[in-house]
């Protein structure tokens, strides 16, 4: 049972990172519909919205919250938290920053998502290219 909810974890992380990678794609065409005709920036914007709310809500949000859970599951299951603090857990210690870390980005992204559904692009073009993997 344990390799099948690792297998779980794993899959829910590669569809978790594959939200967190488009989705700045995504904010840069809704933001480059801005410069064309009033009919046709509605149209595309009406269009990425709705592309936005399927993959935020829809595969972001859950593999997110699943990945959490099944990693949980795993690292209880396997007896990784009794090493969390102790010298041979070091590296276990760091995977918890970095997880923390997208966590953050993921919080932020949302923040930009929200923003974005409310009508207000705040930002140019080049700030979401930094957060863009293309």
Do not use: C, N
């Not at 690792?6 to 904010?27: C, D, E, N, Q, S």
């Amino acid at each position: 049972m344990y390799f099948y909810i690792k297998a779980l974890h794993i899959i829910f992380v590669v569809t978790w990172f594959a939200g967190l990678f488009y989705m700045p794609r995504l904010f840069i065409y809704a933001t480059e519909a801005g410069e064309k005709e009033p009919v046709e920036r509605d149209i595309l914007r009406k269009q990425f919205s709705i592309m936005m709310k399927r993959l935020w809500y829809g595969i972001t949000w859950p593999s997110a919250i699943l990945t959490l859970i099944f990693g949980i599951t795993v690292m209880l299951m396997g007896d990784w938290d009794k090493i969390l603090f102790k010298p041979e857990g070091k590296w276990f210690l760091m995977k918890w920053i970095f997880i923390l870390g997208l966590f953050a980005y993921h919080f932020s992204l949302h923040r930009l998502f929200k923003e974005e559904m409310a009508g207000v692009f705040r930002f140019p073009i080049q700030f979401y290219t930094v957060a863009d993997m293309e």
